[in-house]
């Protein structure tokens, strides 16, 4: 018996650090959240993953955001100038149009990139239509996944896409559907 009180003794305080330990990790896990991020005209507005950076891009795209800890994974925003009496449905459907970034802006032939398009989905937000669309993007090298949104406003045509290694995928998927899908236009 004293063999046995001596070594719960000893590991007890192991123990509880341990279980200390787990307890503190799955709080700031859960305590990780999202941050906001506004246009400085109020245009539009978004939420990024907490731990992620701005980065200034010159002559990309207008906003770009990456994982401090993962800097494969990005967060872009794309406003392109459009016909103002158009709107998202004159471009096509949520697939016509997926199937067209794949073609010219994901994977456009000669750049050693092959992309499927896995799903395009349209959804209705303060009367505006936008088009949801996921990717796989196959490089040289490894494989990605992106998730996208698509909106037209008043002559612009705006693309939000989070994009990461296919590992990481299954981790990240339902916080990059959040961060998509926060996307909106404020004017």
């Not at 991020?37 to 906003?63: E, H, I, N």
């Not at 800097?71 to 872009?76: F, R």
């Not at 000669?110 to 993007?137: I, K, M, N, W």
Request: charged letters at 20%.
């Amino acid at each position: 018996m004293p063999f046995l009180a001596f070594t719960w003794s000893r590991l007890r305080p192991a123990l509880v650090a341990l279980l200390l330990g787990v307890v503190l990790v799955g709080c700031s896990a859960a305590a990780a959240g999202l941050n906001s991020f506004q246009s400085p005209d109020g245009r539009y507005a978004f939420l990024y993953p907490t731990g992620w950076t701005r980065v200034q891009v010159s002559g990309g795209p207008q906003v770009v955001f990456h994982d401090l800890i993962n800097s494969d994974e990005t967060l872009s925003l794309v406003i392109g100038e459009v016909n103002p009496t158009n709107d998202l449905e004159a471009l096509g459907s949520a697939v016509a149009v997926g199937e067209t970034l794949r073609r010219t802006v994901i994977a456009p032939a000669g750049s050693g990139r092959e992309a499927d398009l896995v799903q395009a989905d349209e959804r209705q937000v303060g009367g505006r239509t936008f088009y949801d669309l996921e990717y796989a993007v196959h490089l040289q090298d490894r494989d990605r996944h992106e998730l996208a949104t698509v909106v037209m406003d008043r002559g612009r045509l705006y693309t939000f896409a989070a994009s990461t290694n296919e590992v990481r995928w299954p981790r990240v998927k339902g916080l990059f559907q959040q961060v998509i899908t926060s996307f909106t236009l404020q004017i």
